[in-house]
Protein backbone atom coordinates (compact mmCIF):
# COMPACT_ATOMS: atom_id res chain seq x y z
CA UNK A 1 0.00 0.00 0.00
CA UNK A 2 1.30 3.38 -1.10
CA UNK A 3 2.07 6.28 1.73
CA UNK A 4 -0.69 8.09 0.04
CA UNK A 5 -3.58 5.40 0.48
CA UNK A 6 -2.68 5.12 3.77
CA UNK A 7 -2.65 9.02 4.71
CA UNK A 8 -6.38 8.44 3.15
CA UNK A 9 -7.13 5.44 5.00
CA UNK A 10 -6.12 6.53 8.19
CA UNK A 11 -7.83 10.07 7.68
CA UNK A 12 -11.25 8.04 6.84
CA UNK A 13 -10.69 5.84 9.54
CA UNK A 14 -9.74 8.40 12.20
CA UNK A 15 -12.94 10.47 10.73
CA UNK A 16 -15.27 7.58 11.04
CA UNK A 17 -13.86 7.69 14.41
CA UNK A 18 -14.42 10.92 15.21
CA UNK A 19 -18.56 10.70 13.93
CA UNK A 20 -19.13 7.85 16.01
CA UNK A 21 -17.77 9.11 19.21
CA UNK A 22 -19.65 12.17 18.32
CA UNK A 23 -22.67 9.86 17.91
CA UNK A 24 -21.95 8.03 20.97
CA UNK A 25 -21.39 10.95 23.79
CA UNK A 26 -23.91 13.58 22.40
CA UNK A 27 -26.62 10.88 22.53
CA UNK A 28 -25.59 8.53 25.54
CA UNK A 29 -25.47 12.39 27.70
CA UNK A 30 -29.16 12.77 25.85
CA UNK A 31 -30.56 9.83 27.01
CA UNK A 32 -29.38 10.38 30.57
CA UNK A 33 -30.67 14.03 30.71
CA UNK A 34 -33.70 12.83 29.57
CA UNK A 35 -34.17 10.18 32.18
CA UNK A 36 -33.05 12.52 34.78
CA UNK A 37 -35.96 15.13 33.45
CA UNK A 38 -38.99 12.84 33.44
CA UNK A 39 -37.92 10.44 36.61
CA UNK A 40 -36.53 13.75 38.88
CA UNK A 41 -38.57 14.65 41.64
CA UNK A 42 -38.07 18.88 41.41
CA UNK A 43 -38.07 20.53 45.22
CA UNK A 44 -40.04 23.10 46.21
CA UNK A 45 -39.82 23.80 50.01
CA UNK A 46 -42.02 21.06 51.50
CA UNK A 47 -43.47 19.84 47.98
CA UNK A 48 -41.95 17.86 45.68
CA UNK A 49 -43.45 17.68 41.57
CA UNK A 50 -42.05 15.82 38.44
CA UNK A 51 -41.81 17.53 35.10
CA UNK A 52 -44.87 16.94 33.15
CA UNK A 53 -44.62 19.35 30.17
CA UNK A 54 -43.60 16.49 27.42
CA UNK A 55 -45.07 19.05 24.75
CA UNK A 56 -43.13 21.98 25.77
CA UNK A 57 -40.28 20.29 26.17
CA UNK A 58 -40.84 18.66 22.39
CA UNK A 59 -41.36 22.43 21.94
CA UNK A 60 -37.63 23.67 22.86
CA UNK A 61 -35.74 20.94 21.40
CA UNK A 62 -37.33 22.23 17.63
CA UNK A 63 -36.91 24.93 18.26
CA UNK A 64 -33.07 24.68 18.81
CA UNK A 65 -32.86 21.92 16.32
CA UNK A 66 -34.31 24.00 13.60
CA UNK A 67 -31.75 27.18 14.69
CA UNK A 68 -28.62 24.86 14.38
CA UNK A 69 -30.47 23.22 11.41
CA UNK A 70 -30.40 26.67 9.73
CA UNK A 71 -26.67 27.53 11.28
CA UNK A 72 -25.32 24.32 9.45
CA UNK A 73 -26.90 25.31 6.29
CA UNK A 74 -25.60 29.01 5.89
CA UNK A 75 -22.01 27.24 6.71
CA UNK A 76 -21.46 23.54 6.43
CA UNK A 77 -24.01 21.58 4.64
CA UNK A 78 -24.86 24.74 1.88
CA UNK A 79 -27.37 22.63 -0.25
CA UNK A 80 -28.71 24.47 -2.89
CA UNK A 81 -32.42 25.52 -3.38
CA UNK A 82 -35.01 23.38 -1.81
CA UNK A 83 -38.10 22.50 -4.55
CA UNK A 84 -40.63 20.52 -1.44
CA UNK A 85 -43.65 21.01 -1.26
CA UNK A 86 -45.24 22.64 1.68
CA UNK A 87 -48.05 19.89 2.35
CA UNK A 88 -45.02 17.09 2.31
CA UNK A 89 -43.37 19.46 5.36
CA UNK A 90 -46.53 19.84 6.91
CA UNK A 91 -47.60 16.43 6.98
CA UNK A 92 -44.12 15.07 7.58
CA UNK A 93 -43.74 17.85 10.52
CA UNK A 94 -46.93 16.87 12.13
CA UNK A 95 -46.24 13.07 12.84
CA UNK A 96 -42.85 13.39 13.50
CA UNK A 97 -43.90 15.81 16.34
CA UNK A 98 -46.75 13.33 17.63
CA UNK A 99 -44.31 10.50 17.52
CA UNK A 100 -42.14 12.70 19.92
CA UNK A 101 -44.80 13.89 22.29
CA UNK A 102 -45.81 10.08 22.59
CA UNK A 103 -42.70 9.11 23.39
CA UNK A 104 -41.94 11.12 25.84
CA UNK A 105 -45.11 11.06 27.98
CA UNK A 106 -44.68 7.18 27.59
CA UNK A 107 -41.90 8.29 30.53
CA UNK A 108 -44.60 9.16 32.80
CA UNK A 109 -45.85 5.31 32.80
CA UNK A 110 -42.98 3.10 31.63
CA UNK A 111 -39.44 3.10 32.89
CA UNK A 112 -36.04 4.35 30.04
CA UNK A 113 -34.91 1.12 29.34
CA UNK A 114 -39.07 -0.05 28.18
CA UNK A 115 -38.63 3.16 26.37
CA UNK A 116 -35.51 2.68 24.25
CA UNK A 117 -36.32 -0.95 23.77
CA UNK A 118 -39.90 -0.54 22.42
CA UNK A 119 -38.49 2.81 20.28
CA UNK A 120 -36.24 0.09 18.74
CA UNK A 121 -38.91 -1.40 16.94
CA UNK A 122 -38.72 1.23 14.76
CA UNK A 123 -38.28 -0.63 11.02
CA UNK A 124 -41.47 -2.44 12.07
CA UNK A 125 -43.96 0.51 10.81
CA UNK A 126 -41.35 1.66 8.31
CA UNK A 127 -41.06 -1.69 6.87
CA UNK A 128 -45.24 -1.89 6.78
CA UNK A 129 -45.71 1.44 5.81
CA UNK A 130 -43.53 1.41 3.22
CA UNK A 131 -45.33 -1.54 1.59
CA UNK A 132 -48.61 -0.04 1.84
CA UNK A 133 -47.30 3.78 1.04
CA UNK A 134 -44.50 3.28 -0.82
CA UNK A 135 -44.93 0.12 -2.61
CA UNK A 136 -41.69 -1.32 -1.67
CA UNK A 137 -40.84 -4.65 -1.71
CA UNK A 138 -38.04 -6.19 0.74
CA UNK A 139 -36.73 -9.27 0.41
CA UNK A 140 -36.72 -12.57 2.53
CA UNK A 141 -33.75 -11.58 4.93
CA UNK A 142 -35.38 -8.40 6.14
CA UNK A 143 -38.38 -9.88 6.87
CA UNK A 144 -36.55 -12.44 9.38
CA UNK A 145 -34.30 -9.46 10.58
CA UNK A 146 -37.66 -7.73 11.42
CA UNK A 147 -39.61 -10.47 12.77
CA UNK A 148 -36.61 -10.75 15.40
CA UNK A 149 -37.40 -7.16 16.30
CA UNK A 150 -40.74 -8.18 16.93
CA UNK A 151 -40.22 -11.37 18.78
CA UNK A 152 -37.85 -9.58 20.86
CA UNK A 153 -40.09 -6.48 22.01
CA UNK A 154 -43.18 -8.92 22.84
CA UNK A 155 -40.86 -10.78 24.78
CA UNK A 156 -39.82 -7.90 26.76
CA UNK A 157 -42.88 -5.73 26.91
CA UNK A 158 -44.67 -8.85 28.61
CA UNK A 159 -45.83 -8.97 32.25
CA UNK A 160 -46.79 -11.47 34.74
CA UNK A 161 -47.40 -11.27 38.09
CA UNK A 162 -47.88 -7.82 37.96
CA UNK A 163 -50.48 -5.78 40.36
CA UNK A 164 -53.22 -4.60 38.07
CA UNK A 165 -52.96 -0.94 39.00
CA UNK A 166 -49.04 -1.02 37.88
CA UNK A 167 -49.58 -3.10 34.75
CA UNK A 168 -52.86 -0.41 33.59
CA UNK A 169 -50.26 2.21 33.73
CA UNK A 170 -47.37 0.24 32.15
CA UNK A 171 -50.12 -0.71 29.43
CA UNK A 172 -50.63 2.90 28.70
CA UNK A 173 -47.23 3.59 28.38
CA UNK A 174 -47.02 0.62 25.86
CA UNK A 175 -49.92 1.77 23.53
CA UNK A 176 -48.33 5.29 23.57
CA UNK A 177 -44.97 3.51 22.29
CA UNK A 178 -47.14 2.12 19.75
CA UNK A 179 -48.47 5.15 18.47
CA UNK A 180 -45.10 6.57 18.34
CA UNK A 181 -43.99 3.55 16.16
CA UNK A 182 -46.89 4.38 13.88
CA UNK A 183 -46.16 8.34 13.38
CA UNK A 184 -42.59 7.17 13.41
CA UNK A 185 -43.18 4.76 10.47
CA UNK A 186 -45.77 7.74 8.48
CA UNK A 187 -43.32 10.29 9.10
CA UNK A 188 -40.55 7.95 7.03
CA UNK A 189 -43.23 7.34 4.29
CA UNK A 190 -43.48 10.94 3.86
CA UNK A 191 -39.95 11.53 3.93
CA UNK A 192 -39.36 8.92 1.03
CA UNK A 193 -42.04 10.37 -1.07
CA UNK A 194 -40.48 13.66 -0.33
CA UNK A 195 -37.04 12.18 -1.92
CA UNK A 196 -38.51 10.85 -4.68
CA UNK A 197 -40.20 13.77 -5.47
CA UNK A 198 -38.31 16.28 -4.74
CA UNK A 199 -35.27 14.86 -3.95
CA UNK A 200 -35.65 16.82 -0.77
CA UNK A 201 -32.10 16.95 1.14
CA UNK A 202 -30.99 16.34 4.67
CA UNK A 203 -30.48 20.25 5.79
CA UNK A 204 -33.48 21.66 4.39
CA UNK A 205 -35.50 18.64 5.97
CA UNK A 206 -34.06 19.07 9.71
CA UNK A 207 -34.90 22.79 9.07
CA UNK A 208 -38.42 22.34 7.82
CA UNK A 209 -39.66 19.68 10.02
CA UNK A 210 -38.56 21.39 12.97
CA UNK A 211 -39.75 24.46 11.98
CA UNK A 212 -43.16 23.37 11.07
CA UNK A 213 -42.94 21.12 14.45
CA UNK A 214 -42.00 24.57 16.19
CA UNK A 215 -45.22 25.82 14.92
CA UNK A 216 -47.31 23.19 15.54
CA UNK A 217 -46.32 22.49 19.37
CA UNK A 218 -46.19 26.03 19.62
CA UNK A 219 -50.36 26.19 19.16
CA UNK A 220 -51.21 23.15 21.48
CA UNK A 221 -49.11 25.01 24.06
CA UNK A 222 -50.94 27.84 23.41
CA UNK A 223 -53.98 26.53 23.01
CA UNK A 224 -53.65 23.85 26.06
CA UNK A 225 -52.37 27.03 28.49
CA UNK A 226 -49.19 24.42 29.19
CA UNK A 227 -47.31 27.00 28.21
CA UNK A 228 -48.15 29.11 31.21
CA UNK A 229 -47.62 26.24 33.58
CA UNK A 230 -44.21 25.17 31.62
CA UNK A 231 -42.98 28.57 32.87
CA UNK A 232 -43.89 28.97 36.09
CA UNK A 233 -42.47 25.64 36.49
CA UNK A 234 -39.30 26.54 35.70
CA UNK A 235 -39.39 29.81 37.71
CA UNK A 236 -39.96 27.11 40.83
CA UNK A 237 -37.34 25.28 39.50
CA UNK A 238 -34.21 26.56 37.85
CA UNK A 239 -32.17 23.90 37.53
CA UNK A 240 -34.56 22.25 34.89
CA UNK A 241 -34.19 24.82 32.55
CA UNK A 242 -30.22 23.95 32.89
CA UNK A 243 -31.11 20.60 32.12
CA UNK A 244 -33.11 21.17 29.43
CA UNK A 245 -31.10 23.11 27.67
CA UNK A 246 -28.28 20.37 27.83
CA UNK A 247 -30.48 18.00 26.26
CA UNK A 248 -31.81 19.98 23.30
CA UNK A 249 -27.93 20.87 22.32
CA UNK A 250 -26.88 16.98 22.71
CA UNK A 251 -29.71 16.52 20.38
CA UNK A 252 -29.09 18.45 17.97
CA UNK A 253 -25.34 18.01 18.27
CA UNK A 254 -26.52 14.19 17.92
CA UNK A 255 -28.12 14.93 14.80
CA UNK A 256 -25.21 16.75 13.39
CA UNK A 257 -22.94 13.35 13.36
CA UNK A 258 -25.72 11.38 12.12
CA UNK A 259 -26.26 13.36 9.32
CA UNK A 260 -22.49 13.43 8.80
CA UNK A 261 -21.88 9.92 9.19
CA UNK A 262 -24.50 9.19 6.36
CA UNK A 263 -23.02 11.59 4.32
CA UNK A 264 -19.47 10.55 4.40
CA UNK A 265 -20.29 7.05 5.31
CA UNK A 266 -23.24 5.60 4.38
CA UNK A 267 -26.48 4.65 5.92
CA UNK A 268 -24.60 1.63 7.09
CA UNK A 269 -22.44 2.71 9.39
CA UNK A 270 -24.40 5.13 10.81
CA UNK A 271 -27.20 2.46 11.48
CA UNK A 272 -24.29 0.78 13.61
CA UNK A 273 -23.50 3.22 15.46
CA UNK A 274 -26.99 4.55 16.38
CA UNK A 275 -28.17 0.78 17.48
CA UNK A 276 -24.79 -0.21 19.29
CA UNK A 277 -25.70 3.40 21.16
CA UNK A 278 -29.09 2.39 22.07
CA UNK A 279 -27.76 -0.86 23.66
CA UNK A 280 -25.33 1.48 25.80
CA UNK A 281 -27.94 3.90 26.96
CA UNK A 282 -30.34 0.88 28.29
CA UNK A 283 -26.77 -0.55 30.42
CA UNK A 284 -26.25 3.26 31.32
CA UNK A 285 -29.61 3.10 32.34
CA UNK A 286 -30.06 0.32 34.69
CA UNK A 287 -26.61 1.36 35.96
CA UNK A 288 -27.22 4.71 37.03
CA UNK A 289 -30.80 5.33 37.55
CA UNK A 290 -31.37 1.61 39.44
CA UNK A 291 -33.42 0.55 36.80
CA UNK A 292 -33.81 -3.45 36.85
CA UNK A 293 -34.40 -5.96 34.76
CA UNK A 294 -35.64 -9.47 34.45
CA UNK A 295 -33.45 -12.51 33.05
CA UNK A 296 -36.28 -12.46 30.25
CA UNK A 297 -35.38 -8.77 29.51
CA UNK A 298 -31.92 -9.06 28.97
CA UNK A 299 -32.54 -11.78 26.78
CA UNK A 300 -35.41 -9.89 24.76
CA UNK A 301 -33.00 -7.02 24.49
CA UNK A 302 -30.53 -9.17 23.36
CA UNK A 303 -32.55 -10.80 20.62
CA UNK A 304 -33.77 -6.86 19.28
CA UNK A 305 -30.64 -5.57 18.68
CA UNK A 306 -28.95 -8.80 17.19
CA UNK A 307 -32.15 -8.26 14.77
CA UNK A 308 -31.20 -4.43 14.00
CA UNK A 309 -27.45 -5.03 13.91
CA UNK A 310 -28.40 -7.47 11.19
CA UNK A 311 -30.76 -5.52 10.00
CA UNK A 312 -28.63 -2.37 9.46
CA UNK A 313 -25.61 -4.94 7.96
CA UNK A 314 -28.00 -7.03 5.18
CA UNK A 315 -31.20 -5.67 5.17
CA UNK A 316 -30.91 -1.96 3.76
CA UNK A 317 -31.08 -3.12 0.16
CA UNK A 318 -35.15 -2.87 -0.51
CA UNK A 319 -35.84 -4.64 -4.11
CA UNK A 320 -37.00 -2.20 -6.95
CA UNK A 321 -39.47 -0.01 -5.78
CA UNK A 322 -42.86 -0.45 -7.22
CA UNK A 323 -43.97 2.71 -8.79
CA UNK A 324 -47.77 3.18 -9.85
CA UNK A 325 -47.55 5.12 -13.52
CA UNK A 326 -50.64 7.27 -13.45
CA UNK A 327 -52.63 8.25 -17.18
CA UNK A 328 -53.63 11.56 -17.56
Known amino acids: MSASKTSIFRSSTAKLLFCTLGIFVCYS ?30 F ?8 FAKA ?10 DTTTVKYYATCSLTYMLAMTCSNMALQFVNYPTQVVGKAGKPIPVMILGVLLGGKSYPLKKYVFVSM ?19 E ?11 SLIMDGLT ?66 GQYFIFLTVSEFGPLACSIATTTRKCFTVLASVLF ?40
Open 29 to 58: YYAIVHERITRRQYVDGPNTEKFTYMISLV
Open 289 to 328: FGNSMLPRQWLATFIVFVGLFLDGLYGKSPAKVLKKEVSK
Open 169 to 179: NEGFGQILLIL
Open 149 to 167: VVLGVVMFMYKDNVPSKQL
Open 60 to 67: VSCVVNCL
Open 72 to 81: LLMTVMKQGE
Open 188 to 253: SAVQDRMRANHKTKSGHMMLNMNLWSVGFSGVVMLFTGEIVSFISFLQRHPSALQHIATFTICGAL
